[in-house]
């Protein structure tokens, strides 16, 4: 059984920072590739970021480039998202997912096969 659970959500003002950590059960997390997803209300789940099993490749979703910074510990099997210059429509519940297999597209949420329960992330005007 793999669990992902996340931490670090809360109440910021724009403008502000957070940084998102998602702890995974497994020791082979340091094989896998891992991604942060968020889903605002009424809206579609959408990629954030993602990171290759060594850290040396990262993605990010254009709206979030040169904001967030994703990386990860893996003697830790720890994966983190930290956020700066938040936006009210960074408002989201945020998730952190591991794909074991690693054949698949980092932006695309069907590559991912481990999902966390979610933390909300509220960025207030």
Request: charge should be positive.
């Amino acid at each position: 059984q793999v669990q992902l659970v996340e931490s670090g959500g809360g109440l910021v003002q724009a403008g502000g920072s957070l940084r998102l950590t998602c702890a995974a059960s497994r020791r082979t997390f340091s094989n896998w590739h891992m991604g942060w997803f968020r889903q605002a209300p009424g809206k579609e789940r959408e990629f954030v970021a993602a990171i290759s099993w060594s850290g040396s490749s990262t993605y990010y979703a254009d709206s979030v480039k040169g904001r967030f910074t994703i990386s990860r510990d893996n003697a830790k099997n720890t994966v983190y998202l930290q956020m700066n210059s938040l936006k009210v429509e960074d408002t989201a519940v945020y998730y952190c997912a591991a794909d074991s297999i690693g054949a698949g597209n980092p932006r695309s949420d069907t590559t991912y096969n481990y999902w966390g329960q979610g933390t909300q992330v509220t960025v207030s005007s």
